[in-house]
């Protein structure tokens, strides 16, 4: 099990759907990231929020809609998505000068 | 755009060999460095990581190398496992509060019994 939790574990949805992806970490972390991974690939980052700010958006299209609402949880909304965007979405948070810990992430199908 | 990436897709070794995973990351910038360990169907597992400042760091079995000058980082793990099989990453980033840490290509090690 790891310290940061993420629901759901899987979601499928199709192309007119909305739906959102939720993180969430009581370590007191301050930073909490977006990545996504795709098959055999490495994880990619997408967003990064500092002090619940959001630090880097890394030219994700805006059907990704991240969100912070508080210092424990991230949200990632999806709207309109693509059957391109089908991955693995990975979040994590982090200390300062700390490594990321990651979550186990949501396999996302969007048909 | 500047990357981190690795020399050998797999690597097949056999078990209680000891195993060494490469990178190379061309980004002079990054001062941290970091290897993640991934199983089938979970999140990248931090395993080990060094800063700038150093150039060796033990864990428990395993080591990590940097070499500034060369850009090349590894990873040896002693005595490999059948739970050491997994996609191994190396990854690069920056001291401070947040950070940007962009993965190397990945190298899937197979442990053979």
């Known amino acids: 099990d790891t310290e940061v939790t993420q629901t759901p574990k899987h979601l499928v949805m199709g192309m007119t759907n909305k739906k959102s992806l939720k993180c969430e970490q009581h370590m007191g972390h301050r930073a909490m990231y977006w990545y996504k991974q795709k098959a055999k690939k490495p994880p990619e980052l997408m967003f990064v929020?500092?002090?619940?700010?959001?630090?880097i958006n890394e030219s994700v299209p805006s059907r990704f809609s991240p969100e912070c609402p508080n210092s424990s949880l991230l949200n990632l909304h999806l709207h309109a998505l693509q059957p391109e965007d089908s991955a693995l979405y990975l979040c994590?948070?982090?200390?300062?000068?700390?490594?990321?810990?990651f979550g186990n992430g949501t396999r996302l199908t969007v048909t | 755009g500047e990357s981190v990436g690795l020399h050998l897709p797999t690597l097949s070794v056999q078990e209680g060999d000891n195993s060494i995973i490469n990178c190379a990351y061309s980004?002079?910038?990054?001062?941290?460095f970091i290897w993640y360990k991934q199983e089938s169907g979970k999140g990248p597992q931090f395993i080990i990581d060094?800063?700038?400042?150093?150039d060796k760091r033990q864990g428990q079995r395993v080591t990590v190398l940097l070499n500034k000058t060369v850009k090349h980082l590894s990873l040896q793990i002693a005595a490999t496992q059948p739970g050491d099989s997994a996609v191994y990453f190396c990854?690069?980033?920056?001291?401070?509060?947040?950070?940007?840490?962009?993965f190397g290509t990945g190298t899937k090690l197979q442990v053979i019994p």
């Open positions: 929020y500092s002090y619940e700010k959001l630090s």
């Open positions: 994590a948070s982090s200390h300062n000068n700390s490594p990321l810990h």
């Open positions: 990854a690069e980033g920056n001291s401070g509060g947040y950070q940007k840490v962009t």
């Open positions: 980004n002079s910038a990054s001062d941290y």
């Open positions: 060094i800063r700038s400042n150093m």
